[in-house]
Structures are given as C-alpha cells and as structure tokens.
C-alpha cells in the first residue's frame, strides 16, 4: 500500500492576519501535525493549490516555516491566489514544465500521481479567480498519459473541473473542464481525480471519471445550492486528505481533524452491557 497526504486551500497569511478569526498558520501547523502524528506510514505530501492568500513571498515563508519538520516529500500545487514565482524564489527549484508551470509526475511504485498547474493569467487578481488549463499544460498531460499506460494513475488539480451546484463557484471552475476531463477519460489508466478551491468535502463522478473535493485547512463553503456567492466562510472543522492506493483500489478519506477520534478529548463512549 501507498498513501498520500494532501493539504489544500491554506491561504497563509502575514503573522497577525486571520481569515473569519482564523489563523491559516495554526491552522496548517495542527492539521499538519495531526496527520504525521497518525500516519507516520504516508510515503508523500501532496499541498494543492491557494498555499498563500496574496501570493507573497512572506506568506510562503510561513508555508515553509510551517513544513520545516515535516520529513516527507511535499509537492507544491499552484492555485489562483498562488503567484509560480514567489514559490519558487521561496520553495526552492520547484519541478516545471517547459513553460514553466508547476507541473509533475510522482511514482510511487505502480501509481502515478500526476500534478496540474491550474492557475491562469496573471500571478494573483483579486477579480479572478477561473482555472485553466492552456494547450501547454494540456499537451504536457497527454504526454505524460500516453507514457503512463502500465501505471494507475490519479490526477490532482486546484480548479474543480466539474459543476457542483453552486453557482458562485461553478462560475469559478476551471474554464476547460470538458476539454480536459475528455482528455482524461481517453486514458483508461486513469482511475481518479483530485481537487480543491471549492473548500468543501465533496465527491462523485464526471463524464464517468469519479473525483473527490478536500476541504480547506483553514475556512470552509457553506452548502448553498444555487444563487449565492463564491466568497461565503463559515468555520467548520477544517480537514486534510489520506489517500490510500491498494491493490484493487484507490480510497481517499477527508479527517475532520478538530474532531478527530484519534484526540483524547473524542474517546468514544464505552456502551454498557
Ligand atoms: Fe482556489
């Protein structure tokens, strides 16, 4: 077995700076130290995408400072608050394509995990927050799908490339999401895929590809299906990914870790006989 830790959604801010009095630094530092504590068996952290809320250098050095005993491998996801070039002046050489989107490949064993770069335009607007995947990074894809057909694959992407009902955030979607879950599914090693943004637990299918939506580390999306808007915070119990990758399947589980039942203070009650 294989597993993966993910983390999305952080929205690091500057020491002293809260998202809806939350602090997105303890908020990383606990889930994070949660989910080594009780899987000191993952082989891969995986952070998805919104790593920093303005895509500065100074809250990617507390992204970094956050990290800096964590003893797995990470790989580093650009979302649409994310600015490429801060993280890499900050995370150091960081894999990129030719283009220089933050794009890779991770083997582990017969699962492939492939890494997108979803962010579109310019580093970080504060009216635009869509994903896209350009010809670059669709091409980079498929090169990498067309080598991987001895490999189970799972796709990992910031942008829901789906619409999931509500509106302010279908209206935020990666703007190719046909396009690229077509892309996908002419793949059959491809089992599964991946995101964030949305800052909700979710999952189904799309075109017949199932995919699975992490919370935040940090603020969460109330469900308000229809009209609403994409900016809404409430203060659920955040969460981090465990993706496990068995023989004959690939299980992803969401840990609310606030109320976690591995914590003392949610010891279950013992029924009496
Ligand atoms: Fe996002």
Redesign the pocket.
Known sequence: MKKILTF??LHMRDEGQTIIGLDPYRQFQDGLAHALENHSDADHVILM??LANSGKTSEYERVRKALADCPLPVTFMA???DNRENMRVVFGDLPTTDQGHLQRVVDLGSNRIITLDSLDGPPFRNDF?N?VLCEHRLAWLENVLQNSTDKRVCVFI??GAFKIGLDGLDA?RLCNDTEFIRLLRRYPCVEHLCC????RSISGSAQGLGFTVFKSTCHQMPLILGAGYDSMSVAEPAAYGVVLFLDDAIIVHSEDWPVSIHDAQHQPDVLPE
């Open positions: 999305t959604d995408g919104d979302g649409n608050h927050h994903g910031h942008h935020i964030g943004h949305i800052h």
